[in-house]
Nanobody, 127 residues
Framework: QVQLVESGGGLVQTGGSLRLSCAAS????????MGWFRHTPGKEREFVAA????????YLADSVKGRFTISRDIPKNTVYLQMNSLKPEDTAVYYC????????????????????WGQGTQVTVSS
């Protein structure tokens, strides 16, 4: 079993920055990918970013390319989301997710691919 705990959310002004952290604990030896999703009431859960755990290749939603960066610290079993140039449209609850299954094909952007989720952290960007 894997437990995920997010932190780092908060209230910032347009153009500001935040760094979200997601620390994984438990049976992390089989982690293949970790990702960030966000949800706003009335909207579908949206893919933000993902990272392949072993190789470190990254995947970003078009809406955040050039502004957000996903990274990982393998010894700490932690994934980060550095968010720069924040916009009001980025306001959401951000969730960390982990995929512990081997797959011949991996769809990093689909929330259905991730079996473990954190509790979420609120990010609010004021106008």
């Amino acid at each position: 079993q894997v437990q995920l705990v997010e932190s780092g959310g908060g209230l910032v002004q347009t153009g500001g920055s935040l760094r979200l952290s997601c620390a994984a604990s438990g049976r992390t030896f089989s982690t293949y990918a970790m990702g960030w999703f966000r949800h706003t009431p009335g909207k579908e859960r949206e893919f933000v970013a993902a990272i392949n755990w072993s190789g470190g290749s990254t995947y970003l939603a078009d809406s955040v390319k050039g502004r957000f960066t996903i990274s990982r610290d393998i010894p700490k079993n932690t994934v980060y989301l550095q968010m720069n140039s924040l916009k009001p449209e980025d306001t959401a609850v951000y969730y960390c997710a982990a995929d512990l299954r081997y797959r011949t094909y991996r769809d990093y952007v689909s929330p259905l691919q991730y079996g473990h989720w954190g509790q979420g952290t609120q990010v609010t960007v004021s106008s």
